[in-house]
């Protein structure tokens, strides 16, 4: 019997995890894959988006903040601290769970829940890996299965897959979609030579960033195929196009980064995946995963021809997860909405304290949302379920409506809901 089981360990889950572990829960973290990070390290989320100076429930991100510079895989660039080396990541959030005195099930799959009436009584995990069997189906489920109790269930597989499991109500509709991406990572590039090229090249300050920082080169630039804007590096894209080199959906996106302690890498944030965006459906998506590599191959070659510095560059690292933006999203016991943003209500209880923008990503040309807000709450309702007692979601899958969830979606937001679930739990406890 734990007090908390929380099941997914990406960003919004291993800060309630650790936040739950440090108060002194008995506390369980299940993640599918190998490593913890979700967004940051299998999909190569980086970096994580400031969201303004007013938040709330951040002490697991200053933490994560400080044992990653510890170890050299953070930095503070144009004023934000979220710049994470995503490899360094894995063993820093290792480390944290350790500390918290955190158990965690690495490479382990839910297969089904246990309820009584409205409460969440148990969790079914797959005790070990499926392969080939001589025994029945029927036989292998009862023998590899094994149901572990706990007082309180946090979601947060992104998916919202144990409130899918305990048949919660849901919030999404048709139509309501966004492109995904797929990141990916070159190294070998001479960052100092790009960046003073880049400098030059592009003098919108709004758009295009370098900065030394003691002795390390950080930069940032973009472009995107959208029209209300006078990009610098349009006529690459164009060019690129007209010969071959890219397909014109390939430009639909584009922006770079550097990643701290990579002296020679720059990640991508693209390509973003207009042509697939049905995120539930596994032959969508699975359509979108080998159409994303391929733009990356086009992409990788662009930048070799057309960036200075890129010359001797090569793909070292495609993420292992899609970046999606919006799934599922739980009914919970309060559904926040794009008006609560706009009119920044304040609420009994937040757990969230943000400006980030209202940030919807399009799959047309010229149609994206990018606007920008003042401080807004998101209250603790929003994150417990409306159909199981002690079933609580943190992360992209809250209950909110599809426009507002396009603000609370990141990774500075995930990191609040987590701890701030904690807490709420922790002070039930007592």
Known sequence: MYDVIVVGGGTAGCSAAYTCGKLGLKTLLIEKNIHLGGTITSALVVPAMKSGEHQINTDFYKELIRELHSIGGQATYQNNPGWFNPELTKIALDTLMEKANVEVFFDTHISDVILDNRTLKAIVISKEMLSVYNDTIEKQNKELSEPIEARYIIDATGNCEIGKLCGCKFLEEKNENQPVSLRFMMGGVDVPYFAEWLKSYDTDRNVTTVEDINGFIHLSTAYTWDREKKWALAPLFEDAVAKGILKDHDRNYFQIFTVAGMPTTIAFNCPRIIDYTETLDVKNMSKALQLARKNIFR???????????????????????????VSRRIKGKYVYTLNDIKSRKNFKNP?????????????????S?????????????????????????????????????????????CFSMGEAVAKHIKSILS
């Open 299 to 325: 992409l990788a070659n662009f930048c070799r021809i057309y960036l200075p510095g890129f010359q001797n560059a090569y793909i070292s690292n495609i993420a292992d997860m899609l970046g999606i933006r």
């Open 351 to 367: 757990v969230v304290i943000s400006n980030y923008p209202v940030d919807v990503h399009s799959e047309k040309r010229d149609s």
């Open 369 to 413: 949302t990018l606007d920008i807000v003042k401080d807004y709450q998101l209250p603790l309702e929003s994150l417990m379920s409306a159909d199981i007692e002690n079933l609580y979601v943190a992360g992209r899958c809250l209950s909110a409506d599809y426009m507002s969830q396009g603000a609370l979606r990141v990774q500075a937001s």
